[in-house]
């Protein structure tokens, strides 16, 4: 069995001076998650969401939704 690797991407909206985050949209149909990681940080750490969660927080950013405290 291979294992795909992520193909990672940023948002075209990400022109902000680096503070980006990428993510690897091509896992989601074969494994059912989103892994996502800091641009500035490819060798760091990665954060692997459902794609359930990483759809809903998508949809709350578009929509502008806040619920940081």
Known sequence: MTSEAPRWFKSSYSDN???C???AAN???TRGVVPVRD???VEG???TF???AFS???SGVKSGENTAS
């Open 17 to 19: 001076g680096g503070v």
């Open 21 to 23: 985050l990428e993510a």
């Open 27 to 29: 896992l989601a149909a």
């Open 39 to 41: 641009s500035k940080s």
């Open 45 to 47: 750490p990665i954060l």
């Open 50 to 52: 459902s794609t359930a």
């Open 56 to 58: 809903s927080f998508v």
